[in-house]
Structures are given as structure tokens and as C-alpha cells.
């Protein structure tokens, strides 16, 4: 316990919340989007790859919009990879159960139940 304490509660406090979540964010969208819509070069890359290059163009527009210093780059380079590495997990459990609560929620009311 004491590990977690000294080691990775620090690491974890340092990373650019905001950025993983907007990136996360930004992935799910763009999928959702080239699921509607479909491309024939794009259908050909493989998602991680996508991802990647998303990272690699937002991190940029990130760091000069919120006007972050030389010192952060480290940090906003360790928060791209752990986006990275768990967008596809974070997406899939928060997204889907956020979807299956709302339509509980929506079959509930067609029963003529009460959300309140």
C-alpha cells in the first residue's frame, strides 16, 4: 500500500485529466461517425493507428490552447498514452453502461413508471 502512496498516486495526480478525457472523447466520436459513414481508404487502417493520429494532432492543439510550459510535456505525453492504452476499455464499460442505464430508464417510463 505504501507503493501506491509514494509511487503512483503522484504519477496519477500529474497527468492532464482533461486531455484523456477529451481525447477518449474524440476517438469515440470519430468512431461513431465513420461507422455512418464510410470511407474505403479509411475502412483499410486499423483503429489503434486512427487513434494514434488523432492523439498526434489533438496533443498539439492541446497544449497551446490550455498555454502549458515546457515542464508539462512529459506529463502530456505519459496522459496520451494512457489514453491510448485504455480508450478502447474506458469507452466500452463507461459508454455502455451509461447506455444501459438510459434504456432502463426509458423502458421503466414505457411501463409507466415514475423516474423520480
Known amino acids: 500500500m505504501e507503493i501506491i502512496g509514494s509511487n503512483i498516486l503522484p504519477f496519477l495526480e500529474k497527468l492532464e485529466w482533461i486531455y484523456i478525457i477529451t481525447f477518449i472523447l474524440l476517438c ?5 461517425i465513420e461507422r455512418n459513414i464510410k470511407v474505403a481508404f479509411l475502412s483499410k487502417i486499423k483503429t489503434r493507428f486512427k487513434v494514434a493520429l488523432i492523439g498526434i494532432c489533438y496533443t498539439p492543439v492541446y497544449y497551446y490552447l490550455w498555454g ?12 496520451f498514452l494512457v489514453s491510448f492504452a485504455f480508450h478502447k476499455l474506458l469507452v466500452d464499460i463507461i459508454i455502455n453502461a451509461i447506455q444501459k442505464h438510459n434504456k432502463r430508464a426509458y423502458s421503466f417510463k414505457e411501463l409507466g413508471g415514475s423516474d423520480v
Open 28 to 32: 469515440y466520436n470519430y468512431q461513431m
Open 68 to 79: 502549458l510550459g515546457k515542464e508539462d510535456i512529459g506529463y502530456l505525453f505519459s496522459s
